[in-house]
């Protein structure tokens, strides 16, 4: 079992900067951290929940949502089993609550059911 924890989330002024974290710990046979790709989803009040960002095992390589693209950046450090999400110039639209998840697959994924481990959530509240 692979276990997310989420951190960093808070109330911010449109146009800040706040850095999401998710620290993995927990392994499963065979794997470690360094073989698992990474993810950041959200949700907002009434809305369904939509991919931010990825990160694959495989050489690193991120994807970002049109949304977001210039202005976060996901990044990873694997000997800390950490996997972080850099949100700047934020909006209010990107109020919600931000998920981490994990999948040992290569593919970066859209799709939220593709990935088998999640943490808990952070809300991030951007203020107009």
């Known amino acids: 079992q692979v276990q997310l924890v989420e951190s960093g989330g808070g109330l911010v002024q449109a146009g800040g900067s706040l850095r999401l974290s998710c620290a993995a710990s927990g392994r499963t046979t065979g794997r470690t951290f360094s073989d698992y790709t990474m993810a950041w989803f959200r949700q907002a009040p009434g809305k369904e929940r939509e991919f931010v960002a990825g990160i694959s095992w495989h050489y690193g390589s991120t994807f970002h949502a049109d949304s977001v693209k210039g202005r976060f950046t996901i990044s990873r450090d694997n000997y800390k089993n950490t996997v972080y999400l850099q949100m700047n110039s934020l909006k209010f639209e990107d109020t919600a609550v931000y998920y981490c998840?994990?999948?040992?697959?290569?593919?970066?994924?859209?799709?939220?059911?593709?990935?088998?481990?999640w943490g808990q959530g952070t809300q991030v509240t951007v203020s107009s």
């Open positions: 998840a994990a999948d040992p697959s290569i593919v970066v994924s859209r799709n939220g059911d593709w990935y088998d481990y």
